[in-house]
C-alpha cells in the first residue's frame, strides 16, 4: 500500500475494523464527509482526536505507508476493536455561524465559546446565544438556550420555538404555527409588535428544537 495515500489507507483502516466513513466521523468529531475530502494529509488536531480514539492504530503508518516496515497496527489487532469513549466537555455554546450551516455540521470543526453541564438539557447537542427581543418577555436578548438538532423535517411540534437558518432571513428563534399556505411554515414571535410570516420548508438551511432556556437577571 505503499503507492496510497493517506485517505486510502484510512478507508483500508476502517474496512478492516468493519467501520463505515460516517461511524468514523461520528465518533472522531469531524464533518460529514470528511474521509473523502482528505487530499494529501490530516490536520493535526484531528490526527490527535484519531489517535485517541484508536490507540491501536499505527499513526506513522496512516501518514506516511508500510514502505518503511511500518504496519497498520502497532500493537496485535484487538479481536472486536472498542475505541476509547469521547471526553465529555458538556454541551457546546455554538458561534452564530456554526448554526448557519447545511446540515447542522459537527461543531469541533468551528472554536466554541464555551462548554456546559446541565443535567436537565442532556439530551441537547448545542447551546446558543438569543440576539433581539423578537420571543421577549420569555426568551430575552442574551439568553441562552438549549436545543435539539432536527436533521429530517418529517414533522413538527406545532407552538413550539424553533432555532431556524433559513436563506433568506438568516438565524430566527420562532414559534412555529402551521401555514396556510402549502409547503410553508408559520414563524410566531411571542413579542406582538413583530407580526407573523410564512418561511418555505424549502428556504429552512438548520432547524434545531429549543427544550431548555439559561435566563440571564
Known amino acids: 500500500m505503499q503507492n496510497e495515500g493517506v485517505k486510502e489507507r484510512l478507508v483500508a483502516f476502517l474496512a478492516d475494523i468493519g467501520w463505515s466513513q460516517s461511524k468514523f466521523e461520528r465518533e472522531c468529531g469531524l464533518s460529514n464527509g470528511y474521509v473523502n475530502n482528505i487530499r494529501q494529509s490530516i490536520q493535526p488536531d484531528k490526527l490527535q482526536r484519531i489517535a485517541q480514539r484508536f490507540p491501536a492504530l499505527n499513526i506513522s503508518w496512516l501518514m506516511i505507508g508500510d514502505s518503511t516496515g511500518e504496519e497498520m497496527y502497532k500493537i496485535p489487532r484487538p479481536t472486536e476493536y472498542v475505541p476509547q469513549p469521547a471526553v465529555d466537555k458538556g454541551i457546546p455554546l455554538i458561534p452564530l455561524e456554526a448554526f448557519a450551516s447545511p446540515g447542522m455540521p459537527v461543531f469541533e470543526d468551528l472554536p466554541m465559546l464555551d462548554y456546559y453541564t446541565v443535567s436537565e438539557f442532556k439530551d441537547s447537542d448545542f447551546l446558543i446565544r438569543i440576539k433581539g427581543d423578537s420571543m421577549s418577555p420569555r426568551y430575552a436578548s442574551g439568553d441562552v438556550v438549549a436545543c435539539k438538532k ?42 406582538e409588535k413583530y407580526a407573523p410570516f410564512d418561511v418555505p420548508k424549502s428556504d429552512i438551511v438548520s432547524l434545531a428544537l429549543v427544550n431548555g432556556l439559561v435566563s440571564l437577571e
Do not use: A, H
Request: glycine share 4%; with cysteine.
Open 150 to 191: 432536527i436533521l429530517e423535517m418529517l414533522y413538527f411540534q406545532w407552538g413550539r420555538v424553533y432555532v431556524l437558518y433559513t436563506q433568506s432571513n438568516g438565524i430566527m428563534i420562532k414559534r412555529l404555527q402551521p401555514s396556510d399556505k402549502e409547503d410553508c411554515v408559520r414563524c410566531v414571535s411571542d413579542n
